[in-house]
């Protein structure tokens, strides 16, 4: 009659250590994804909340202090929530550009433009302003002017990442909402001013922590040897 009673006890205890190898298995995990850096379970949070923060690459070696910064092209990402065409290649690129602009006047004091001359320690800086939504500000049909567009940031982000150059191992990612409602295209450069304010506070703090990781003592690499005979014993 303790039978059943014996194989619920049985399957209850083996459920119980099941859950917990996983728990402790997932302490370590992030579970942070953005649109455009992808999956973050690498990576340890600095600041933040939720999707949004600064992060810093928590496994391989050691990394290199950041000595200098070459900023990359920037980047844009549209929102399947647009027109469609409402922004063909010529006005994406003036919207890049202006875009651009404003990351290369705020960030200038420690990254420069073009990697030419760059040292082989140094990092690359790449940013982009993802989930931008373009509608059409007018019923006109067929081709229209920056000035018929209309730019909404609901959803918006600022994304990037500071990878070696020697390497492209990457080291640090941060992310922050843009937050701006709608505009026009006369609007977008002080809203870019404002993001590229933002990003290079952000920069600065990836940059500080990197910095921090590289100042620890390496770690000993572990001897295979030594835990296969423990093991055996």
Known sequence: ????AYRLSAIGLLMLITCAACSSGNDDV???STNWLGPLHRYERQSGADSFGVFVRKEGTRPARVKQLILAPAEITV????????LDPAAYEKVRAAFSDALKKHIAASARSSSADADADAYILR???TNLTVKRNTTKIGPVSLDELEFAFNGAAIEAS???RSTNARRAVFAHKADAGKALWKDLGTLFDRFARQAAEKTAEARA????????PEKPAEKTAEKTDASQK
């Open 1 to 4: 009659m303790n039978r059943p």
């Open 30 to 32: 992030l579970g942070v």
């Open 79 to 86: 929102s399947a929530a647009s027109d469609f065409n409402s």
């Open 127 to 129: 940013i982009a302003l």
């Open 162 to 164: 500071l990878s070696e």
């Open 209 to 216: 922590a990197i910095d921090r990781k590289a100042s620890l």
